[in-house]
């Protein structure tokens, strides 16, 4: 006896091959797109609290806060403080997506007209922030150490963005995606500094100047070899 039709052909429908789904795609190579977004969704979260607080400075200076000894400086120069705050939040919210390497090669027009914004929203809140660095009076609490900190790194993200630039205008896909990495991570800082800094205070209390100085350098450090990981792991090594 067969189980066979006369055809030929075996009388039950039978589940799709290994490996395919049932528009003939490859299940092993299909991306989930949930997982795709746990990247994205997780540097957003990350980003949260420095754009919450951006807001909430944006806010003070339209609605015409009382002026304190902490705030005093934004109110006097509004300018760098508020082209700083919009660059910042554009760059690090639209940034985000950049990593949800599904949706980017579904979309490639997206991603470059996306980086198109990203470029000049970045520099603008890097060059914004050196001058804040150079110009505003400081804060309590801020020394010197903490100012050579924020001119370093913000140089080194304005930097980073020129030759990420620089090198997709030469078709240098690999070099492009390990400065942009790189310039994202130093551009995500503060997230990675709030998260320092709260764990320091639940443990140990209020830092001090240097300590505090430390922390918020150690915030950049760490967004730094987390990039340095990515951009190993991918392959994707500069080119000058």
Known sequence: MTDESPAGRLPFPQPPRAGRLKDGRSGATAPSSRAGWLVPAALIVLGAVPVVAGAVRLTELAGGAAITPENGR???????????????????????????AGFRRRRPRWH????????????????????MSLF?????????????????????MVLSLAL?????????V???RAWMVRGYAI????????????LWFLAIGTPGEIARALLLGGGWVINLAVAEWIIQRRGARPSF
Not at 74 to 94: D, E, K, M, Q, T
Not at 112 to 129: E, I, K, Q, S, Y
Not at 144 to 155: T, Y
Not at 187 to 198: I, M, N, P, S
């Open 74 to 100: 934004f109110f006097a120069a509004p300018l760098p403080v508020v082209l700083h705050i919009i660059g910042a939040c554009v760059y690090s919210v639209l940034g985000a997506f950049q990593f949800a």
């Open 112 to 131: 470059r007209v996306a980086g198109r914004l990203l470029v000049p929203c970045g520099l603008l809140a890097a060059l914004a922030g050196l001058w």
């Open 136 to 156: 505003y009076p400081r804060p309590a609490g801020d020394g010197e150490l903490l100012a050579g900190f924020r001119l370093v790194f913000g140089a080194a």
């Open 164 to 172: 990420g630039f620089a090198a997709i205008r030469r078709r240098d």
């Open 174 to 176: 690999a070099g492009h």
């Open 187 to 198: 551009g995500l800082g503060a997230g990675t500094q709030a998260v320092v800094l709260a």
